[in-house]
């Protein structure tokens, strides 16, 4: 159907109305499109139908082959229920010894008793390892005697017969088999003694008639099958007509064959093979034709729709159709108005020649953008401003080339002076002066793209940032994790094996106290070298934390791990560190695991090799240790441990809280302040304080940190509330500023009756929601977004303040940090510590904290251990600072100089301050 062009309509039209009304007009304008209207609808209706009705007819096929698969699977499994009660006869210690004793006239008829009576056979063979016959009797129901075998199935019964092998072979043989009395199901099994063991004597043949009815009722009581199912036997003389069609249609290649009974069924058809893999009875599976009656019923909504959509398509083209006149009437005023509103335009507008290129009009806008005079522009083409190999520039040339009505993209120009401009062009293409022309409106980006050019960078940097450990380099523990958990799926879904180490320095903490932490941190970056020289590129090595690194072996065996494990031991037993005028030997502990198709979760797979290190370590260190079964449960043991030592500190109350203070970096700022955060400890039964790392990760994985934070916020409140309201009102006097911090976990942002809890426990402390700020992780608030979001709107509302903590490890992008209205931003101590060393470190710092400011984010950098970096810090214009340069955390009191009328000043000396913090 070959598509009208604007101009032949505009004459057609002009043409009918000098001769006919308007109505005649109308009428033939309807005529027209309903013609091309329903040739077209015609059209596709045919290819949809054809498409579905095809697409049905296979799926119905697939569904029909996937029944009688599963009606095949119900008959296997009713040879195999012969085959497990014939287990029973078959692996005890009377029939084993009977083929050594079958001489014997009372074993014989000890045997007789014991399997016919019960009437639970009808017929068995008992044969001696050579295959001879040493018992082969057939039950008579009526006469409740025994008979000879059936002459058929006796001759079947032969060394080389698949029913007789297995005393050499050790296969045992279970289905069916046609005799002239009927199909018997049949089980052929090896003789064994009652534990299931010693040498195969012989063999034990159990059969039992069945007939076809039984089969269908067996087949048809399966509570998975829901078809009906009919079974005829190949020697049956008369067959309905459907299964005799189906018989000859069947073979070797096609082993199942699909029919349509009618408009409501279809069935499918295929072969019960005997034991010798031959046709014994053939079975059909009818299933109602759901798709079928669906797809016609879809069709007739199809045309329903194409028909409503014709009708309102046809309406609308009448309508633009007879506009199309007026409009070419009114074009020529409208190329007037362009060229006034083009010259007077801000932005830069331009004309070129579709077929030419040449340039036929531009404005002063146009002109200042490149630095050209209308001239010298006037005799240029468009490709000679076009920069080639630019983004874009092949999707430009080629809409430029079709003559695309329209498109938007964005370029590079390149100016009279020879610098490249960055713009965002619209493109229409229009009529003009009796010519198609492409009309340009050009608008400079040059800033914005070098502003986003700065930003990628930032985020790659920042990205980086998020799967790597800034010491070493490393992939860090998240994306470790990632890696495992492809390893794990690899493992079960292609079978293949992999192997996982756990490494745990020796002797490290010895260097690290001794000589500082700096001396700790290039041990740590020289042992990564010296890993990354000894494993190859398709493993993953990362570092875990502290001085445990992970190793993923990919397709690695735990014998060939053990190998490469006991190298890495003797390389680092070989390695000396040198700092200053110290030399140092280390070693290191290595637990290794199996990751196959039976590995257990990643967090389970990951403790098994923890567990494994720690088994090394306790059998004298620098070793490694394979983890085997009965390992798998350490992890998971130890985890246990933690839950119920948690669970007692909580009922014996030996939670207890410490504080942080945090400093502003520029003491002005405020006349006076107090901000601390408080952290959580747990003292075991001896008192020893055990710091958080230590038991968090067990309460996360098994769903204990609401109870925590519930824990922390009832005590904290109770303890502190008259305190905090003192403060608060004495801060108001004075014009200063008071705030305490207090960490959220993910269970409890995603725990429904928190925010409640939270309401409650205010209220009833009446704590100044003002003073309260919480802390939620980065990593919490990509996970939970729209809770934490809907979160901090619910408690901004009371004059809460809220600070994003640990930010600068896994954020991708600053443009998920709009959407979270915090007031605080913690920069990450790992970027901090090394702030003064590593220049990337510095630059992400700067970066953050840039960005930060201009969200309105106050800055807080943890982990200033030192004084220059406190320096490097307040350069950079970082808000304020915690760590142990400020502060050391401290056991909560409720301080007295309150009491006292005092409030605790800003000063610049930061030493008093912490000494303050330090007495109390």
Not at 139 to 146: E, F, G, L, V
Not at 268 to 297: C, F, H, M, N, S
Not at 816 to 821: A, D, E, F, G, M
Request: glycine content about 4%.
């Amino acid at each position: 159907m070959k598509v009208l062009s604007s101009n032949f309509l505009i004459t057609f039209f002009n043409a009918i109305a000098k001769r006919t009304s308007l109505e005649k007009l109308r009428g033939n304008t309807w005529l027209l499109i309903s013609a091309n209207l329903v040739t077209l609808l015609s059209f596709v209706y045919l290819i949809a139908s054809s498409l579905l009705l095809s697409n049905i007819k296979l799926a119905e096929e697939r569904n029909v082959h996937q029944s009688v698969n599963e009606v095949l699977q119900e008959h296997n499994k009713i040879a195999d229920d012969l085959s497990y009660v014939n287990i029973g006869w078959s692996e005890w210690d009377t029939t084993y010894h009977f083929i050594q004793n079958y001489q014997e006239a009372d074993s014989t008829e000890d045997l007789k008793q014991e399997l016919f009576p019960n009437r639970r056979f009808d017929l068995a063979v008992i044969f001696n390892k050579s295959g001879r016959n040493i018992f082969a009797k057939e039950w008579d129901n009526t006469s409740q005697k025994t008979l000879p075998i059936p002459s058929v199935l006796a001759k079947q019964i032969y060394p080389e017969n698949i029913l007789v092998q297995y005393p050499n072979t050790g296969k045992s043989v279970s289905g069916i088999v046609t005799l002239p009395e009927g199909t018997m199901l049949i089980s052929s099994l090896p003789l064994l003694n009652n534990q299931g063991e010693g040498a195969i004597r012989g063999g034990l043949i159990l059969g039992r008639y069945i007939q076809t009815a039984e089969i269908v009722k067996r087949i048809s009581d399966s509570e998975s099958l829901t078809e009906s199912v009919d079974v005829h036997s190949i020697n049956e003389k008369q067959m309905p007509p459907d299964f005799e069609e189906a018989r000859l249609a069947l073979s070797d290649k096609n082993s199942i064959v699909v029919r349509n009974l009618n408009d409501q069924k279809v069935a499918g058809y295929t072969w019960l093979k005997d034991i010798y893999g031959k046709p014994a009875l053939l079975v059909r599976v009818e299933k109602d034709r759901e798709l079928y009656l669906q797809g016609k019923k879809n069709l007739s909504y199809l045309m329903i729709f194409l028909t409503v959509i014709g009708i309102i398509f046809s309406s609308a083209a009448q309508l633009l159709l007879q506009q199309l006149i007026t409009f070419k009437v009114k074009r020529k005023e409208s190329e007037a108005r362009y060229r006034i509103v083009v010259s007077q335009a801000s932005e830069s507008i331009f004309l070129v020649d579709a077929e030419t290129k040449h340039f036929l009009e531009v404005n002063t806008a146009f002109e200042k953008l490149l630095g050209y005079t209308l001239k010298e522009i006037l005799g240029l083409t468009l490709n000679d401003i076009l920069v080639e190999n630019s983004e874009g520039h092949k999707q430009y040339l080629h809409y430029i080339s079709a003559k695309a009505e329209h498109f938007t993209c964005e370029k590079q120009y390149r100016s009279r002076n020879g610098y490249f401009v960055d713009v965002e062009v619209n493109v229409n293409l229009i009529s003009y002066a009796g010519k198609q022309v492409f009309c340009h409106v050009v608008r400079d980006i040059t800033n914005r793209k070098q502003a986003e050019a700065a930003l990628r960078e930032s985020e790659q940097r920042l990205a980086w940032q998020a799967n790597h450990d800034s010491l070493t380099g490393l992939v860090n523990r998240r994306k470790f994790e990632q890696h495992l958990e492809q390893a794990l799926n690899s493992a079960k879904v292609s079978n293949v094996q992999h192997s996982l180490c756990y490494l745990d320095l020796d002797k490290f903490k010895i260097i690290n106290d001794t000589c500082g932490h700096i001396a700790g941190d290039e041990l740590l970056r020289q042992v990564t070298a010296l890993l990354q020289s000894q494993i190859r590129t398709v493993d993953i090595v990362a570092r875990l934390g502290g001085d445990e690194f992970g190793l993923i072996l990919n397709q690695c065996t735990s014998d060939h791990a053990l190998i490469v494990a006991n190298a890495l031991i003797a390389s680092i037993r070989a390695f000396q560190f040198v700092w200053e005028d110290k030399i140092f030997k280390i070693g290191v502990s290595i637990g290794v695991v199996a990751v196959n198709g039976d590995s257990p979760s990643l967090i389970n797979t990951l403790s098994a090799a923890d567990s494994a290190c720690y088994t090394a370590k306790n059998q004298g260190r620098d070793r490694v240790y394979i983890s085997q079964l009965s390992d798998c449960n350490i992890a998971q043991h130890n985890d246990m441990q933690w839950i119920k030592q948690i669970n007692k500190a909580i009922e014996e109350d030996r939670f207890c809280l410490y504080y942080q203070s945090i400093t502003p970096t520029n003491p002005q700022t405020l006349r006076s302040w107090e901000y601390y955060e408080v952290l959580l400890r747990l003292r075991d039964e001896s008192d020893k304080i055990i710091p958080p790392m230590e038991f968090i990760p067990a309460a996360e994985r098994y769903n204990l940190m609401q109870l925590i934070d519930r824990w922390v916020i009832k005590t904290l409140f109770a303890t502190q509330g008259q305190y905090y309201r003192e403060t608060y009102a004495q801060y108001q006097n004075v014009g200063g500023f008071c705030l305490y911090a207090i960490n959220l976990s993910g269970a409890s942002i995603n725990d429904e009756y928190f925010i409640d809890f939270l309401h409650q426990q205010i209220k009833i402390h009446q704590i100044p929601p003002q003073v309260l700020c919480f802390e939620i992780t980065e990593i919490v608030a990509i996970a939970n977004l729209a809770k934490v979001v809907a979160f901090i709107d619910e408690f901004k509302q009371l004059g809460c303040s809220f600070a994003l903590d640990d930010f600068g490890t896994g954020m991708s992008s600053f443009d998920r940090l709009k959407k979270l209205p915090v007031d605080y931003l913690k920069i990450n101590g790992g970027l901090i510590k090394d702030i003064l060393t590593d220049p990337k470190n510095l630059a992400m710092t700067e970066a953050i904290n840039q960005v930060s400011h201009a969200m309105g984010f106050k800055t807080i950098a943890t982990f200033v251990e030192n004084a220059p970096i406190f320096k490097k810090i307040c350069e950079l214009g970082v808000d304020y600072a915690q760590g142990y340069d400020i502060a050391i955390p401290c056991p909560l009191v409720i301080p007295q100089l309150h009491r006292q009328g005092l409030i605790l000043s800003s000063v610049s000396d930061k030493s008093s301050n912490l000494k303050y913090m330090t007495n109390n």
